[in-house]
């Protein structure tokens, strides 16, 4: 039997979960480094980051369709930069694009303006909210780096121009 426990606030939480049996295995996924859990129970930790540009555009040929991306693929790769490779953004553009049978060109676009992103990336649903995700996330960060993170937020969108680290 496979558990998943999704979105772990700390080993607290996730240790009364924890099955008794050696036949279950458990996927704990955290924003956090469960240390708790690797020292007593022997958890193996694996860090995931942003998806590469052809991570991300497999990511959004599963959910459109090889066919789709193909037909745009310069719109397809705007949302992959517009998306910063987050898995996450890129399945609910993928969605908007999917339920709104609109081109993934009118979807990049309305990713341009970095101040309405978030807008543009809401399906409705709070499991799926970037904005719940990234304050969850904020909630969790030293007072220190709040404000660097807050400060950062008011900076200009010049991502474009940042060249992307090798991997």
Known sequence: MLIVLDNARDSEQVLPLLPGSPTCTVLVTSRRLLGGLSVAHGLSVVSLETLDEDAAIRLLADHLGERRIAGEPAA???LVQRCAGLPLALA??????????FPLARLAGELRDASARLDALE????????RAVFQTSMAALSPGAYDVFR????????TSAWPRPRR
Do not use: F, K, M, V
């Not at 609910?92 to 049978?101: E, L, P, S, V």
């Not at 399906?123 to 909210?129: A, F, K, M, N, P």
């Open 151 to 158: 400060w950062l937020a008011q900076a200009p969108d010049r």
């Open 92 to 101: 609910i553009a993928a969605a908007r694009a999917a339920a709104n049978d």
């Open 76 to 78: 397809a790769a705007e």
């Open 123 to 130: 399906i409705g649903e709070l499991s799926t909210d970037l």
